[in-house]
């Protein structure tokens, strides 16, 4: 299947500090990645969904402007945690549909995910 | 609005024992169902997709059936192996309205096969 890696793995900073995770999508293009959080023993929550070029769409209760997703090129999509806070600390994985097999329909592929624990 | 349930919520077996997991959603208006496996700490492995328009799909000793209608579908294990033991989650593509669709996932089994 289609690889989708993310960087870093797990990452520990500072209360008031911004991290920067990347997601990219190592042998398809995909115009579309989506980024989810997990907390223990809970599923995925859908976050925002990163559009190639233009503005990512966030789901209702995530903050935009503490959220930052940058989506620039059709393999790379960035989510910065601004101003973190303990509360932030989570798991976040993103995930990419390879636009050539099935378009809507196709499968989802998914990162290893990042950890993220702010002190 | 969309709901995916996932029972059990923890399994226990020995191994060589033939699994069903089921997963149920609410609403029928669906694209397709996934299911994945995610190891502890880890991302999410695909397992198997099933289209809408699809009654069942298989790979190797996994076997997913889909019932849009009474939005239901079941993971079927055969001859569990410890390897299997992971958290395995049910996910519905879902149609909105504007054509906006998202996948929304169940908590989840988490499956322990012990030898």
């Known amino acids: 299947g289609a690889v989708v890696s993310q960087h870093p793995s797990r990452v520990i900073c500072k209360s008031g500090t911004s991290v920067k995770i990347e997601c990219r999508s190592l042998d398809f293009q995909a115009t579309t990645m989506f980024w989810y959080r997990q907390f223990p023993k809970q599923s995925l929550m859908l976050m925002a969904t990163?559009?190639?070029?233009?503005?990512?769409?966030?789901e209702q209760g995530v903050e935009k402007d503490k959220f930052l997703i940058n989506h620039a090129s059709l393999t790379l999509s960035t989510l910065t945690v601004t101003s973190a806070h303990p509360e932030d600390s989570s798991f976040y994985i993103c995930?990419?549909?390879?636009?050539?097999?099935?378009?809507?329909?196709?499968?989802?592929?998914f990162g290893e995910g990042s950890r993220l624990t702010v002190l | 609005k969309q709901e995916v349930t996932q029972i059990p919520a923890a399994l226990s077996v020995p191994e060589g024992e033939n699994l069903v997991l089921n997963c149920s959603f609410t609403?029928?208006?669906?694209?397709?169902l996934q299911w994945f496996r995610q190891d502890p700490g880890k991302g999410l492995t695909s397992l198997l997709l099933i289209q809408s328009s699809q009654r069942e799909q298989t790979s190797g000793r996994l076997n997913a059936s889909l019932d849009k209608s009474s939005g239901r579908s079941t993971l079927y294990i055969a001859a569990s192996q410890p390897g299997d033991s992971a958290t395995y989650l049910c996910a519905v593509r879902t149609l909105f309205s504007g054509g906006y669709n998202k996948l929304i996932f169940g908590a989840g089994t988490r499956l322990a096969v012990h030898p």
């Open positions: 609403d029928s208006a669906i694209y397709n």
């Open positions: 990163s559009n190639e070029g233009s503005k990512a769409t966030y």
């Open positions: 995930s990419a549909r390879d636009i050539t097999s099935g378009g809507m329909a196709g499968e989802l592929f």
